[in-house]
C-alpha cells in the first residue's frame, strides 16, 4: 500500500521530457566537476553522491545489532533548480529509510540536468550496501559493465514503468462520451467543421459529447498548435495542462480548479462596484471505454449591475433567500448587497452501444442552431434530467426527461417547492448533405393528486399527444415545435425554429390576431471565415414569439424552471434581431453582440392587473381581450444591449480565459411603473473565469 501512494504521488508530481537521440544530455553537476569533461560529469557526479554517503550515512543501531547484511535502494531525482528529492525507498528495516532520508536531505543544491540546453529533471536508482563500505569505485565498475542488482532492477523497473505510464498520458476526453461545457462562444471553434456540406452531423441538440465532434474536428491538433513552451512544473500547468491528470489502462481522469474572479463598474449602480468571486473544483474522466463522469462544484459570492440585481430579486423564492442569480440558482444575502449562491453540476455518462448513449444528472440543455432557442434553453437554473441520444444512420433522436421546481410561495405546500416534469422528444434528420429537419414535442405535468412522475411519459417514442389523451388533456401542457437548418455552402448557413403552443386556425382566416394563437419562430444566418477571414463568424437572428406562449390556465404548468423561462429568456410577447461576430487568432478572441428587441410587458399597478402574455406565469386567462392581439402589447419597451467582450485562452485543458468586456444597455418602456422604468446602463468588467457554461445578461 505504501509504495502505492509513493507511487501515485509521483504521477501527480513527476514530469518527463520527450528524448531526441540527436540532442545533448547533460548531467547534474557538482561545484568541484565544473572543470570535468563533459563525457565524465557522470561518474563525478556518482562520486561525489556515494562521498556523501559514506561519510554522513549513520548505521543505525538496531540493524548492527542483527548484524544485517543487504542493502538499500534508493529511487531518487535532481530536480529543474538542482534540488535533491528522494522518490522511493526499498529497505526491510524502517530505520534504514528514515536514515536515507536524513542523509539525502543534507545533499547541497547543484547545477541542475540540462537537455537539449534547458533544464530538466534526472532521476537515478542507487543501491547503498550495508555494512557501509566505501562505493565509489565499485559503483563507476558497475556502471561500466552494466551489471545492476536485482533488487535494484526490480526497482528501477517499477520506476520506470511509471514514468511510461505518464509519458503515454493522453487526454482521452477528446474522445470520450463526456460533453463539451456548452458557451456559444467556445463552440463557434468548430461550428463551422460540424456545418460543411455533406457532413452526417447533428448541430441542435447540445452540449455535443466529444465524440460526436471528433469526427469533423481534431482536438488533439488544435490543442498541439496552441501548446506553449514550459520547462517547469508550474509552468506546464498553468499554460497546457490540466492540475492533476491521470491514466491507467482502463481508467483516466483529470481535476481542475475552478475560477470566475470579476471586478467591474456599473455607471447605473449607487454601490461603488460590482463583483464576482467563484472558486471550485472540476473532476471528470472515464472508466473503460464506455462510462465517463464529469462533476463541478462552485462556491459564489457576487454583486452584479443594478439592473440584474433587479432582476435577481424579482425572481425570488418563497423563504428568507432575497434572490435567484439568473442562470444559476437560489442565493443568500451576503453582507449588505451582495449574494451568495452555491451550485452543483454532475453527470454520468454511458455509452453501451455505439449508437447510444445514456446521461443522467444535474444541468441543463439546449435544443437550436441559433443563439438563442424557442424549444429548450440554457437560460435557466440547473436542475436534474435523464437525457437519451440516439443515433443512426442519417437520424438522431434525442430524449430528455426534467424535474423542475416552482418555487413560488403560492404553491408551496409544508414549505416545499412544487415539483413539476417534464418530457421532451426532438427527432433530427439529415434529409440530404444540405438540409436537416427537427421535429420537437414536450409535455409538463405536474405532482398534483399525488400523480408523481407519470411512468406514460417514459415512452421513447415520438408523439405525446395519443398519451395525453389517455391522462387527461388538463393534466398537462404540450408545445410542438420544428427547426430547419440549409447548409447554403461550406461558409453560409441558415436555420430556423417554430415553436406552436395552441392554434386556431379558423381566428387565422378570420383575421382577429386571436389570442388562442399561441406561437413563434426563429430565423438566423451563420457566415463561417466571413469575408475570406479565417475563423471570423457572423451571424445573424430574427426571434418572434406571440404572446401568452408557454403560459397555461393552471399557472404551475407553465415551460418554467425556478422562476424562468425554459425557453427564451424574454418570455413571451416579444421580437428581436441579433447581430453577432466572434474572431479568434490563436490563444486570441473578440465577441461582440448586438441585440435589438421589442417588448410588451404588464402594468401591474393597481388600475390594471391584466396580463398582457409577456410573462409566462401568468394565467392566460387574466388577459384583457381575446381578438387584435399582438407582439409589444401592454407596456411596449424598446430593448437595446451591446456587448464587446476581448480575451485571452491562458489554458487549453482547463479553459482558463483572463477578459475584459464592456455592456451597454438602454431599456425604453412608453409608460414606467414602480417595476418598470427607464434605464441606461454601462457596465464594465474585466477577470480570470473558467469558462464552463453560458450566462446571458441581455434582458
Not at 529497505?91 to 536531505?105: P, Q
Not at 465524440?211 to 488544435?222: G, L, M, P, R, T
Not at 422604468?677 to 474585466?686: D, E, L, Q, R, S
Request: overall charge positive; some cysteine.
Amino acid at each position: 500500500m505504501k509504495r502505492f501512494i509513493v507511487l501515485l504521488l509521483l504521477l501527480v508530481q513527476y514530469h518527463s521530457y520527450s528524448q531526441d537521440t540527436f540532442l545533448v544530455e547533460k548531467p547534474p553537476v557538482f561545484s568541484n566537476c565544473d572543470d570535468i569533461a563533459i563525457d565524465s560529469l557522470q561518474n563525478c557526479f556518482d562520486r561525489n553522491v556515494f562521498e556523501h554517503i559514506y561519510k554522513n550515512f549513520k548505521v543505525p543501531q538496531k540493524v548492527s545489532d542483527e548484524t544485517y547484511k543487504g542493502e538499500v535502494v534508493v529511487l531518487f531525482e535532481v530536480d529543474t533548480v538542482g534540488q535533491f528529492r528522494v522518490i522511493y525507498i526499498d529497505a526491510i528495516y524502517k530505520e534504514l529509510k528514515e536514515e536515507t532520508k536524513r542523509v539525502f536531505s543534507m545533499l547541497p543544491k547543484i547545477k541542475p540536468a540540462t537537455y537539449n540546453s534547458r533544464k530538466t529533471y534526472k532521476q537515478y536508482a542507487l543501491p547503498i550496501k550495508i555494512p557501509l563500505v566505501d562505493q565509489a569505485v565499485k559503483m563507476q565498475d558497475l556502471a561500466t559493465k552494466n551489471k545492476i542488482s536485482k533488487l535494484e532492477q526490480q526497482s528501477k523497473a517499477e520506476f520506470d514503468k511509471v514514468n511510461a505510464n505518464l509519458k503515454a498520458f493522453e487526454n482521452k476526453a477528446y474522445n470520450s462520451q463526456l460533453n463539451i461545457p456548452f458557451t456559444h462562444s467556445d463552440y463557434s471553434r468548430f461550428d463551422r467543421q460540424m456545418n460543411l456540406v455533406g457532413t452526417n452531423s447533428h448541430t441542435a441538440s447540445k452540449p455535443f459529447m466529444y465524440d460526436e465532434v471528433s469526427k469533423y474536428y481534431d482536438f488533439k491538433a488544435e490543442k498541439e498548435k496552441l501548446k506553449k513552451e514550459a520547462d517547469t512544473w508550474a509552468g506546464k500547468k498553468l499554460w497546457n495542462e490540466h492540475l492533476v491528470q491521470l491514466q491507467g489502462k482502463d481508467y483516466w481522469f483529470t481535476v481542475d480548479p475552478i475560477f470566475d474572479l470579476q471586478v467591474g463598474k456599473d455607471t447605473d449602480a449607487d454601490f461603488s462596484s460590482t463583483y464576482n468571486n467563484t472558486r471550485g473544483i472540476l473532476v471528470q474522466g472515464g472508466l473503460g471505454g464506455k462510462f465517463n463522469f464529469y462533476t463541478s462544484v462552485f462556491e459564489s459570492q457576487g454583486r452584479f449591475a443594478q439592473y440584474v440585481n433587479q432582476y435577481a430579486e424579482s425572481l425570488k423564492a418563497f423563504g428568507p433567500d432575497p434572490a435567484i442569480i439568473p442562470g444559476r440558482g437560489i442565493a443568500k444575502r451576503f453582507k449588505t448587497d451582495s449574494y451568495d449562491y452555491p451550485v452543483a453540476e454532475a453527470y454520468l455518462s454511458y455509452s453501451p452501444a455505439k449508437f447510444i448513449n445514456v446521461q443522467f444528472g444535474h444541468g441543463k440543455n439546449f435544443i437550436g442552431d441559433g443563439y438563442r432557442s424557442l424549444l429548450l434553453s440554457d437560460v435557466t437554473s440547473p436542475h436534474p434530467f435523464l437525457k437519451l441520444n440516439t443515433k443512426f444512420w442519417k437520424i438522431k433522436y434525442t430524449n430528455t426527461w426534467m424535474w423542475l421546481k416552482d418555487v413560488r410561495p403560492e404553491v408551496v405546500a409544508d414549505k416545499a417547492f412544487l415539483t413539476k416534469y417534464i418530457a421532451n422528444h426532438y427527432l433530427s434528420w439529415n434529409v440530404s448533405k444540405r438540409l436537416n429537419i427537427g421535429l420537437f414535442e414536450s409535455v409538463l405535468w405536474t405532482n398534483s393528486n399525488d400523480r408523481g412522475f407519470d411512468i406514460n411519459y417514459l415512452n421513447p417514442i415520438i408523439f405525446f399527444r395519443a398519451i395525453e389523451f389517455e391522462t387527461g388533456q388538463g393534466a398537462g401542457n404540450a408545445l410542438l415545435g420544428a427547426s430547419a437548418k440549409y447548409k447554403w455552402n461550406d461558409h453560409v448557413n441558415v436555420y430556423g425554429q417554430f415553436i406552436l403552443d395552441e392554434f386556431s386556425l379558423s381566428d387565422v382566416k378570420g383575421g382577429e390576431k386571436s389570442w388562442k394563437n399561441k406561437f413563434g419562430y426563429q430565423l438566423g444566418l451563420k457566415y463561417f471565415n466571413a469575408f475570406k477571414v479565417d475563423n471570423l463568424l457572423l451571424q445573424f437572428e430574427y426571434n418572434s414569439v406571440r404572446p401568452y406562449t408557454y403560459s397555461h390556465n393552471t399557472i404551475v404548468l407553465n415551460y418554467a424552471h425556478n422562476n424562468q423561462p425554459m425557453a427564451h429568456l424574454w418570455g413571451a410577447n416579444f421580437s428581436e434581431a441579433i447581430l453577432i461576430g466572434r474572431y479568434r487568432y490563436k490563444r486570441w478572441f473578440v465577441d461582440a453582440k448586438l441585440i435589438y428587441g421589442v417588448r410588451g410587458l404588464d402594468f401591474n399597478d393597481g388600475t390594471d392587473n391584466f396580463s398582457y402574455g409577456g410573462d409566462v406565469y401568468r394565467d392566460y386567462n387574466d388577459r384583457p381581450f381575446d381578438t387584435n392581439v399582438k407582439v409589444g402589447q401592454g407596456i411596449k419597451t424598446k430593448t437595446f444591449n451591446g456587448n464587446l467582450q476581448a480575451g485571452y485562452l491562458i489554458n487549453p485543458a482547463s479553459n482558463l480565459k483572463v477578459f475584459t468586456d464592456i455592456s451597454f444597455r438602454n431599456f425604453n418602456p412608453e409608460a414606467e411603473t414602480t417595476a418598470t422604468f427607464k434605464n441606461n446602463t454601462v457596465w464594465f468588467n474585466f477577470g480570470i473565469r473558467t469558462d464552463l457554461f453560458n450566462w446571458y445578461f441581455d434582458f
